[in-house]
């Protein structure tokens, strides 16, 4: 059975800097061959599409974090990371790692991060 343990939320003050994990485990196939992404949902807000690392280790990322935010793997400790730095108020939200497959997709619990001075 898969699971995904994420790590890494808190409160922090604009400006700062913070790192989410997302450890996984239980996969049927190697960890590089998934599509890992991270998502936010900020209160009263639709869940938004934040970064992904595709299997050759490309890198997207959404306009509002883009230069700020670093997407990336551990493939043996199947881990994958959000480096998320210069942090704004817009970035308070529960953040979701997403790891998926062919024919499977999986999520974490959620961590909370929230910005504020």
């Known amino acids: 059975q898969v699971q995904l343990v994420e790590s890494g939320g808190g409160l922090v003050q604009p400006g700062e800097s913070l790192r989410l994990s997302c450890a996984g485990s239980g996969f049927r196939f190697r960890f590089s061959t998934y599509l890992m992404r991270w998502y936010r949902r900020a209160p009263g807000k639709e869940r938004e599409l934040v970064a992904s690392?595709?299997?050759?280790?490309?890198?997207t990322y959404a306009d509002s974090v883009k230069g700020r935010f670093t997407i990336s793997r551990d493939l043996a400790k199947s881990t994958v990371y959000l480096q998320m730095n210069s942090l704004i108020t817009d970035d308070t939200a529960v953040y979701y790692c997403?790891?998926?497959?062919?024919?499977?997709?999986?999520w974490g619990q959620g961590t909370q991060v929230t910005v504020s001075s």
């Open positions: 997403n790891v998926q497959g062919v024919l499977s997709s999986y």
């Open positions: 690392i595709f299997t050759a280790g490309g890198t």
